[in-house]
């Protein structure tokens, strides 16, 4: 299947947009001038989006605890998904335990979304995890893999809160690249 060139426009104006946020957001703040704050990686997920290119800003340090946010988007066939997320990682570089939160809103059939028919369906997962970070101080190779529970959440398209929902178990795991 051909996914629509508009499609792409979006998702990069959405990221850029991100990246713009999260470069304004924070000043430089002394103690954080020899470490990496920026990352983008591809994402796989257990459950949720098969695959996602992300970005990721640390907007605060606070010791050795480090807070960022994230956003990205991934389209599978006619599915389209966007996890957005917080983290708090804490340990001496490059090895991290991290803590996240992560929300992500998936629509399937995303094509009929705005076309009239709104054919598509809506879900979401949220996913609070824990798990181990690799990021060096310098800019380099960065990886992550969390697991946690991960609430799956289907309304019917005529009710939004009368939603089904479910527990699974996930993981997922990141790979890509600190500045």
């Not at 996602?52 to 960022?68: I, Q």
């Not at 066939?77 to 335990?97: E, M, Q, R, V, Y």
């Amino acid at each position: 299947m051909k996914i629509p060139a508009t499609i792409f426009t979006v998702i990069k104006k959405f990221l850029a947009c991100f990246c713009l946020l999260g470069i304004t957001l924070c000043s430089a703040a002394q103690d954080m001038t020899n470490s990496t704050r920026n990352s983008i990686y591809l994402e796989t997920a257990s459950k949720g989006a098969l695959y996602s290119l992300n970005y990721e800003r640390v907007f605060a340090k606070d010791g050795r605890l480090k807070k960022s946010f994230r956003a990205g988007a991934g389209i599978f066939n006619n599915t389209l998904a966007i996890p957005l997320g917080i983290s708090l990682f804490k340990g001496k570089a490059p090895h991290h335990i991290e803590f996240n939160l992560l929300l992500t809103p998936y629509i399937e059939h995303y094509r009929s979304l705005f076309n009239g028919t709104n054919t598509s369906d809506k879900k979401g997962y949220v996913m609070p995890g824990i798990g181990y970070r690799y990021q060096p101080l310098q800019k380099s190779f960065f990886a992550k893999i969390i697991a946690g529970p991960v609430l799956y959440l289907d309304p019917p398209s005529n009710d939004f809160w009368n939603m089904q929902s479910k527990w699974y178990a996930g993981i997922n795991a990141a790979a890509g690249f600190s500045w």
